[in-house]
Structures are given as structure tokens and as C-alpha cells.
T-cell receptor
């Protein structure tokens, strides 16, 4: 059975600092991995996804994530945080790229201070 | 743009009331979902539907039912609301089959408070 663990329920950074949000997965088959973002008072939207085409995946708003099979990780990064990045971020895993099979992590809230 | 619309953003109901949460999508998606979002617990799947009149239980279906009479509309029903159902409810939709890329399109959520 798949599972996903997001390390750190809350991450705080200063504007301009590196953003690193951690996600580790457990899957018995090659996984499909996703990051979703939820801005305040909104639903979730897809940030980026890994589907085996490339280990480094670029998403919207300058975010990227790297799939590391040896570490079973899919950490999300952004070189320079912006105030508008403050949101909740969810990592999700699926074993078949189907939306019906997505398993979400518990989420990480990112705070950005000026 | 895909639009998933949840009819009520905020609701306050009393214990024992029947509650309907409505969701409509305009992209002709086959799949529709209801999730519950609670702090520290992330998103938990209540029910999903892959076609009209078809439904599958998710991880936490107890106390809920759903209805999908038309492709674009998916309703979540709380037959007798209880205080432990106070939560944020998120509706989502997606393509199915070969068009399913794993991307879900979410509504803005319905925050339900049961007193």
C-alpha cells in the first residue's frame, strides 16, 4: 500500500530564502508523485507532478521537485521565497497516475516573513 | 479554465439536521470526488464517483452518502449531522481513462459547522 509522509507540518522562511518542503513516499510499484498547493480560502491546485519522464520536475511559480528513488523522496524547492508563496502544500502519491488512486500527505503550511 | 463550483462556502447547521453539499463541474469530467480536510489530518476521501449513478466508498464514508444523477453534479449528504462532522469539505473532478493524468481540479471548499 502506498503512503506519503510530509516532514514538518509548518515551515517558516524569510522572503528571498530557500524553500524546502519534504516529502517521502512508500510504494510497492514505481510511483506517480504530485505536489498541490492551497492558497488561503481556496481549493487545491496542481503545482507539479512526476511521471517518470524526468527526475527533476519544474512546476508553476518557480517551484521544482526532484524524484530520488534511493531516498524515496520527492522534496519541493524554490530558490527564493516570495510573500505570495505562503500557503499549504500537499504531497500526493499514486501507483497508476489515476486521480482516483491519489493518497495525500497531511500537508505543510509555509509561512513567509518580510 | 476548468471550474468546479461548490454552492455554499459557509454553512452552520444543528445536530441532527440533514445537510446537502452541492458541487458542479463544467469540464465534462467523468470522475468526481468529495474530500474532508481537517488540520493535521490532510485530505481524506469520503466518496468518489466515476460515472452517473456510480459511486465508490473512500476512506471515511461513515455518516455520509452521495448522489450523482447528472454527470456535472455530485452531491454530498449528511443524513443526520453531528458535531464531529464540522470540517472543510472539498469537491474535485478529473478525467478518467486515458485522459486521466492524476490531476484533480478542486472547488473552493464548503466550511461546515455543526452546533
Amino acid at each position: 500500500a502506498q503512503s506519503v509522509t510530509q516532514l514538518g507540518s509548518h515551515v517558516s522562511v524569510s522572503e528571498g530564502a530557500l524553500v524546502l518542503l519534504r516529502c517521502n513516499y512508500s510504494s510497492s510499484v514505481p510511483p506517480y508523485l504530485f505536489w498541490y498547493v492551497q492558497y488561503p480560502n481556496q481549493g487545491l491546485q496542481l503545482l507539479l507532478k512526476y511521471t517518470s519522464a524526468a527526475t527533476l520536475v519544474k512546476g508553476i511559480n518557480g517551484f521544482e521537485a526532484e524524484f530520488k528513488k534511493s531516498e524515496t523522496s520527492f522534496h519541493l524547492t524554490k530558490p527564493s521565497a516570495h510573500m505570495s508563496d505562503a500557503a499549504e502544500y500537499f504531497c500526493a502519491v499514486s501507483d497508476n497516475q489515476a486521480g482516483t488512486a491519489l493518497i495525500f500527505g497531511k500537508g505543510t503550511t509555509l509561512s513567509v516573513s518580510s | 479554465d476548468v471550474k468546479v463550483t461548490q454552492s455554499s462556502r459557509y454553512l452552520v447547521k444543528r445536530t441532527g439536521e440533514k445537510v446537502f453539499l452541492e458541487c458542479v463541474q463544467d469540464m465534462d469530467h467523468e470522475n468526481m470526488f468529495w474530500y474532508r480536510q481537517d488540520p493535521g489530518l490532510g485530505l481524506r476521501l469520503i466518496y468518489f464517483s466515476y460515472d452517473v449513478k456510480m459511486k465508490e466508498k473512500g476512506d471515511i464514508p461513515e455518516g455520509y452518502s452521495v448522489s450523482r444523477e447528472k454527470k456535472e453534479r455530485f452531491s454530498l449528504i449528511l443524513e443526520s449531522a453531528s458535531t464531529n462532522q464540522t470540517s472543510m469539505y472539498l469537491c474535485a473532478s478529473s478525467f478518467s481513462g486515458a485522459q486521466d493524468t492524476g490531476e484533480l481540479f478542486f472547488g473552493e471548499g464548503s466550511r461546515l459547522t455543526v452546533l
